[in-house]
């Protein structure tokens, strides 16, 4: 069974620091790999997307995919309260034109304490 | 209106009830997704609809019917639910395939449904 797997936290930093979440998935298939942000009560909502390994940076955010460890993280920079949520990776099996069915973790509750 | 629908936000009903849950988007994506999410689990992929063909059922008991009459509408039929199928109905709309425009789901505020 493809399975994503993630750290269920709470993952506590303090207001400033940088907030690692790691991410590791089962199927050496997988092409792209997405970051989504779910505030209590609330649907998710995307954040990061990442199809190559390395870096990719959008503002206080950088995800890094590591394909041969089957792997992705999310950095938070200048971590702010407003962060505190919980962040779901996301990876898609498929690729090449077929379905864009998404397989979800489980879900990294950030806090960020003031 | 923009974006991804859903309505009714909450929902209680009884085990003997018969109620639906309406999606809409206005994203002009062509793949529509229904997911179940519940405490303490991953979200739960049920039905998945492109071009508005069903192409995923994921072994979802026949309680959970759904109906997709158009791209851009997605209907999830409920009757004789249990009360252990109380959790959050997020629906999610994208493009449907994996190329160079793809940029995973969007999704719908969900309907938090309580089964009494």
């Known amino acids: 069974q493809k399975e994503v797997e993630q750290n269920s936290g709470p993952l506590s930093v303090p207001e400033g620091a940088i907030a690692s979440l790691n991410c590791t998935y089962s199927?050496?298939?997988?092409?792209?790999f997405f970051w989504y942000r779910q505030y209590s009560g609330k649907s998710p909502e995307l954040i990061m997307f990442?199809?190559?390994?390395g870096d990719k940076e959008d503002g206080r955010f950088t995800a890094q995919l590591n394909k041969a460890s089957q792997y992705v993280s999310l950095l938070i920079r200048d971590s702010q309260p407003s962060d505190s949520a919980t962040y779901l990776c996301?990876?898609?099996?498929?690729?090449?034109?077929?379905?864009?069915?998404?397989?979800f973790g489980k879900g990294t509750k950030l806090s960020v304490k003031p | 209106e923009t974006g991804v629908t859903q309505t009714p936000r909450h929902l209680v009903m009884g085990m003997t009830n018969k109620k639906s849950l309406k999606c809409e988007q206005h994203?002009?994506?062509?793949?529509m997704y229904w997911y179940k999410q519940s405490a303490k689990k991953p979200l739960e992929l049920m039905f998945v609809y492109n071009f508005k063909e069903q192409t995923e059922n994921n072994s979802v008991p026949s309680r959970f019917s759904p109906e997709c009459p158009n791209s851009s509408h997605l209907f999830l039929h409920l009757h004789t639910l249990q009360p252990e199928d109380s959790a959050l109905y997020l629906c999610a709309s994208s493009q449907g395939a994996w190329d160079e425009d793809y940029y995973g789901y969007t999704f719908g505020s969900g309907t938090r449904l309580t089964v009494v």
């Open positions: 994203l002009g994506h062509n793949a």
């Open positions: 990442i199809y190559s390994n």
């Open positions: 199927d050496r298939g997988s092409q792209s």
């Open positions: 996301a990876v898609n099996l498929d690729y090449g034109g077929s379905q864009g069915n998404l397989i």
